[in-house]
């Protein structure tokens, strides 16, 4: 039975919040976001990444977040990440609201849409970074590798397959070679650069002028690592 000098339980929540050292509540603004240059978001990520990799995550106030950001959004960067639902990417860098795009597509390859999403972060919303998220034992990658033929998931593959072929590999070339597998994995994410740079005008001219940066990595599903490709 409880008393009747118990918190209510906004009172409780409000309390339980106070506990939490350095709760963040606040959202990037303009003038934030405006100050940033693309080294820094990649730095902000690399130390988020490792972070994560601490399990020591920032501790956030999502519901003030969600109240905070309801009327803009001013992110540091796009992700273009697979579906694979063991890449959650705003842990994996320690993101809150309102700090990241995040497209997804199983094999992490642009089409028209992502590229116009991508458009849409860097040219309309002010991010200063691209990055091209890849991971390990990626499914669709494997499906590229073993050519798999099923529904639209083959005109799929076909995005990836490119990948597959320009790898230089003198060894066992199908999915049961993790050594293959992660070469053709770094190969897509290299590839989907490209295809970005050669897809969209506007993003290559901000690129060139030094606006943003466009730049892959590969996620290690064993370590958590996210490793930034040169």
């Known amino acids: 039975m409880s008393c009747k000098n118990d918190p209510q339980p906004e009172q409780a929540v409000k309390i339980e919040q106070e506990k939490i050292v350095g709760l963040v509540e606040d959202v990037l603004t303009k ?28 501790a956030r106030s999502h519901s003030e977040q969600v109240r905070k950001s309801t ?8 992700v273009l990440s697979c579906v694979d639902s063991r890449v959650p990417v705003e842990d994996v860098f320690d993101r809150g609201i ?38 390990e034992h990626c499914g ?16 799929m593959l076909s995005k990836i397959k490119p990948a597959v072929e320009s790898v230089e590999y003198s060894g066992e070339r199908t999915s049961e070679n993790t050594e293959f597998v ?21 993003l290559k001219e901000m690129e ?13 599903m064993d370590s958590g690592k996210t490793t930034f490709l040169k």
């Open 31 to 58: 003038e934030e976001q405006d100050a940033l240059t693309p080294d820094m978001v990649i730095q902000s990520l690399k130390e988020g990444n490792d972070r994560f990799i601490r399990n020591d995550l920032t």
């Open 71 to 78: 009327n803009a959004q001013y992110p540091k960067a796009i």
């Open 98 to 135: 309102g700090d990241i795009f995040v497209a997804r597509v199983a094999g992490n390859f642009v089409n028209e849409d992502i590229l116009g999403s991508m458009e849409f972060a860097c040219k309309v919303s002010g991010s200063k970074l691209i990055l091209v998220l890849g991971h």
């Open 140 to 155: 669709a990658i494997k499906a590229a590798v073993d050519d798999v033929k099923l529904g639209n998931i083959t005109p």
């Open 182 to 202: 992660h070469m053709v994995c770094e190969s897509n994410v290299q590839n989907t650069i490209t295809q970005i740079r050669e897809g969209s005008s506007i």
């Open 208 to 220: 060139d002028n030094g606006e943003i940066k466009i730049i892959g990595a590969v996620y290690d």
